[in-house]
């Protein structure tokens, strides 16, 4: 069975479903990232996700266009990260009960209103994969990166406009000075809450992104869809080191194990006590890993610090 | 005495953090207790005696708490479904929670619905056991059903009931083998334990005994709800050269939304899964607990509250395989699933899971 594994078209399956599975991750991490160099700490991504992935379900099976899926994804994700930013930026609350009650919030919101508006979870028409012209062609490589849905490309996309943003720009400069030394930013005449509160809108609407991307590939939804996966995120910005291509890196390394874990199923390759073994790779990993990690690199000095310019 | 006294002052900061733990936790108990629905349901009656008789008799009152939302095509609906049914021949008053996934709400659920006196709570839940181990002494007048279990704990008021999932299993395994040409079959499975198991040991077995050339590979994904990696591992199956699906649980929905894509065969189990996939559906094992709860609802009646344990079987009609009639199925293939049924109903066909 193990020479089935590793066989060209078994790496294939892998290494497409790596990417697949990343995506999610990708787009809560780096909105995550942005929000935390900002000094903006926000647990409820997971609540978000929930939120975008329902919406993106309704709006997609009422419209008959998953593109209105992807584009209420964003609205909610918006409208949530405008809740998120009055009680965190107007109402100075304390950054991490909030992320739970927004968590809360869309756990709740969207199992009454599935429930409520939808009931069976009938499959929807999703996103149809992009196969970008002639590189979806060439053998293995095209089936591997080529040939995903545009959820997928532009996830990989945002690596690099984030990146750019954060290092390259006035506005990158912003967040940066406003999540290590929001004093000192404040008295060079940049607006710390502003500029939060577009970190925060960023972040949340990516994270209305990531539940889109766990539904509309297929078109389908299920109360708590999201098992964990923004929480998760939150861990994976910890491991990139505040860093879009850190996240990057740490979303494929998920998505891969997962995609390990999952071909081994598939193939029947374990099965029992080990198939048990095996699925709780991912939450091992995050464990070792955020234990290495912290105790190599400084989070942002301000992170999950209310600022108030009256003190 | 100099007395001073403080004047609180809650600040902004506190009250919205209050405000969204209060948002989010009323939103969550709103899918669960506040989500709870209340029917008084007769049967029609046709005759001015029987109508006499009808009102004359106080409705049975039944409590159902489930994981997951009572429409979800499978195990929870299946509750529902078979309690709705009951509900066609007696008349009942029917209380519902739903989407109890957190084991403690459900404890509050179940302990809330035997304070009311209800004359029949069902924990529809195998994860219930050890709350309902707690609560049930409480309440000796109470009579409690859980499922899908075996043990009654030793209590005097604890049904348990449980399904024979894998003689479906077994069924839809020999349809399965007869249509997959590729002799590659997938089975997405949430944790090996309980109905699930028993399900896809069946289908594995009935498979085997039909064709032993064709691969059963089986996924279980260790989760109820994740949807997204059920969609994953079904793709996987899909990639890897499986040209039939099956899987059991409620995050299959997924599974099913890539078999429908995939135009591959689908068998249900649980509930009808049809309504899902028309095109690929092929036929669903479905349970009609209404049998087992009749059945306990009549010992109850009868002043017996439980201790016993009911098994729903091909043979007492608690299991059903309802077929899709959309879906082309050969008649000879039908002809052979209707013989297996027949032959694990009497017994002369054994799936040899134990």
Redesign the interface.
């Known amino acids: 069975m193990w020479s089935e594994f590793f066989t060209v078209s078994s790496l294939v399956v892998v290494l497409a479903s790596t990417i697949r599975l990343a995506t999610p991750f990708l787009f809560a991490s780096l909105g995550e990232t942005l929000g935390q160099r900002s000094g903006v700490l926000n647990l409820g991504i997971e609540g978000v996700m929930l939120i975008g992935a329902f919406s993106s379900y309704y709006a997609a099976s009422k419209t008959g266009s998953p593109w209105m899926g992807v584009l209420a994804a964003l609205v909610t994700g918006c409208v949530m990260g405008l809740l998120y930013a009055f009680v965190t930026l107007v109402l100075h609350a304390e950054q991490g009960i909030s992320g739970i009650g927004v968590f809360l919030l869309g756990l709740g919101l969207t199992d009454v209103l599935f429930q409520r508006w939808v009931g069976t979870p009938i499959p929807i028409d999703g996103l149809d994969p992009w196969n970008i012209p002639f590189l979806a062609d060439i053998p293995t490589v095209g089936e591997i990166f080529f040939q995903h849905n545009p959820l997928v490309y532009l996830s990989v996309l945002l690596v690099v406009v984030a990146t750019v943003v954060i290092n390259r720009t006035t506005f990158g400069l912003n967040i940066r000075a406003v999540g290590e030394a929001p004093d000192a930013a404040d008295t060079l005449g940049i607006s710390v809450n502003r500029t939060r509160l577009f970190t925060i809108l960023i972040g949340n609407c990516m994270a209305g992104l990531a539940g889109a991307a766990l539904v509309l590939p297929f078109g389908t939804f299920q109360q708590n869809l999201t098992s964990g996966r923004g929480f998760i995120a939150v861990a994976l910005v910890y491991f990139g080191a505040w860093r879009p291509i850190g996240a990057f890196a740490g979303s494929l390394l998920f998505g891969f194990v997962l995609a390990v874990v999952n071909q081994f199923g598939a193939l029947g390759i374990v099965s029992g006590a080990t198939s048990s073994l095996t699925a709780m790779a991912p939450a091992i990993l995050t464990i070792v890993v955020l234990a290495i990690v912290s105790r190599r690199i400084g989070q942002p000095a301000a992170l999950s610090k209310p600022f108030d310019r009256n003190g | 005495m100099l007395t001073i006294k403080k004047r609180a002052r809650t600040s ?6 209050s ?3 209060a ?9 669960s207790s506040s ?1 709870s629905t209340s029917e008084t349901l007769a049967p029609e009656v046709t005759t001015e005696a029987a109508v006499e008789t009808t009102v004359a008799v106080e409705p049975f009152r039944i409590a159902v708490i489930s994981p ?6 499978a195990f929870s609906q299946s509750i529902f479904d078979a309690v709705t049914r009951i509900s066609e021949t007696m008349e009942v008053e029917i209380q519902v929670s ?2 109890l ?1 957190v084991v403690e709400e459900a404890a509050k659920a179940i302990r809330g619905y035997a304070e009311d006196g209800f004359d029949l709570v069902i924990a529809h839940g195998s994860q219930y056991g050890g709350p309902l181990q707690e609560i049930a002494p409480d309440y000796p007048d109470v009579a409690f059903a859980w499922g899908t279990a075996v043990d009654t704990f030793g209590l005097a008021n604890v049904s348990s009931y449980s399904v024979r999932a894998d003689q479906g299993g077994y069924v839809m395994g020999v349809i399965a083998a007869t249509l997959s040409a590729a002799k590659n079959i ?1 089975v997405v499975g949430p944790v ?1 334990v309980g109905d699930a198991k028993l399900f896809v040991d069946g289908f594995k077995s009935g498979v085997g005994s039909k064709d032993p050339d064709v ?1 059963v ?7 109820f ?5 059920a ?3 079904a ?3 899909v ?2 050269g499986a040209d039939v699906l099956t899987g059991t649980a ?2 299959v ?2 599974a ?3 078999a ?2 995939e135009g591959i065969p689908w068998f249900g189990t649980q509930s009808n899964q049809t ?3 028309p095109e690929i559906v092929v036929a669903s094992q479905v349970y009609h607990w209404e049998v087992i709860l009749a059945t306990i609802i009549a010992d109850v009646k009868s002043g017996v509250l439980g201790g016993k344990t009911h098994i729903a079987t091909l043979a007492n009609g608690g299991l059903v395989i309802e077929y899709n009639d959309a879906f082309k199925l050969d008649p000879e293939v039908k002809a052979l699933a209707d013989k297996t049924i027949a032959g694990l109903a009497d017994q002369t066909i054994n799936t040899g899971v134990k």
């Open positions: 902004p900061a506190v009250l919205a953090m405000l969204f733990a948002l989010g936790l009323a939103a969550t108990g709103c899918s989500e997951s939302a009572k429409n979800d095509s739903d989407g996934f997938g090996e691969k590979n089986v996924n279980y994904i260790k989760s709800g994740d949807v997204a990696l969609t994953e591992a793709t996987a199956f990639a890897n409620q995050m929905v997924g099913i939304a890539v429908k894509a309504a899902l996939a």
